[in-house]
């Protein structure tokens, strides 16, 4: 069965930090790269990082330096650590397969505000 459950996100100051984790099922995790994806009210959802199965990563430019990626392979866990936050950060948060899955999670909503 297709899982993808995302978890960590909160209310946080500007400069903040999350931690933001996501528990896939092991046919979606396998060897497959994986990424973040990001959702603000009233913007499409965009790629924010991703990580292939060795470990090679990418990030989109706003949040390089600020946010790591990071996935255990032996517990098909993907994590996201997002430091130095702003509020333009604010989105709900969905982590997924690339090439993407038509399934989504719920995602976890990341609120950053005074």
């Known amino acids: 069965q297709v899982q993808l459950v995302e978890s960590g996100g909160g209310l946080v100051q500007p400069g903040g930090s999350l931690l933001l984790s996501c528990a896939a099922s092991?046919?979606?995790?396998?060897?497959?790269?994986m990424a973040w994806y990001r959702q603000a009210p009233g913007e499409q959802r965009e790629l924010v990082a991703s990580?292939?199965?060795?470990?090679?990563?990418y990030y989109i430019d706003s949040v390089k330096g600020r946010f790591t990626i990071s996935r255990d392979n032996a517990k098909s866990t993907v994590f996201l650590q997002m430091n130095s936050l702003k509020a333009e950060d604010t989105a709900v948060y969905y982590c997924?397969?690339?090439?993407?899955?038509?399934?989504w999670g719920r995602g976890t909503q990341v609120t950053v505000s005074l």
């Open positions: 990580i292939a199965h060795n470990s090679n990563t």
């Open positions: 997924q397969r690339l090439p993407p899955l038509p399934y």
């Open positions: 092991i046919d979606v995790f396998s060897l497959a790269p």
